[in-house]
């Protein structure tokens, strides 16, 4: 059983950047699929990202391809999301989720484990 957490949301202006951190305890990191994912109220949760054993497997939403970079590091258990050129349609609570690997998955049927959310906010 492992539990995520994540840490790094705030309140930044159109244009900004954030980093999003999603630390592992338990399981066995290294087997997991990493994803993030968003949601905002009244909506659906949305996928963002996705990184699979290694870099061979990302996958990325189309809304935030090219701006939106995910990576992992198994020596610390951990998987970010560094979120560049924010836009105010980027607002939401941002959710880390680990599920079973190799590849890059984008539904969230495919996730066991998920952290409680941070909430990213970002004005015009």
């Known amino acids: 059983q492992a539990r995520l957490v994540e840490s790094g949301g705030g309140a930044v202006q159109a244009g900004g950047s954030l980093k999003l951190s999603c630390e592992v305890y338990g399981g066995t990191f290294y087997t997991y699929t990493m994803g993030w994912f968003r949601q905002t109220p009244g909506k659906e949760r949305e996928f963002v990202a996705s990184i699979g054993w290694t870099t061979r497997w990302l996958k990325y939403a189309d809304s935030v391809k090219g701006r939106f970079t995910i990576s992992r590091n198994n020596s610390k258990n951990t998987a970010d999301l560094t979120m560049t050129n924010l836009k105010v349609e980027d607002t939401a609570i941002y959710y880390c989720?680990?599920?079973?690997?190799?590849?890059?998955?984008?539904?969230?049927?495919?996730?066991?484990?998920w952290g409680q959310g941070t909430q990213v906010t970002v004005s015009s």
């Open positions: 989720a680990g599920g079973a690997g190799p590849a890059a998955r984008v539904t969230e049927q495919d996730y066991v484990y």
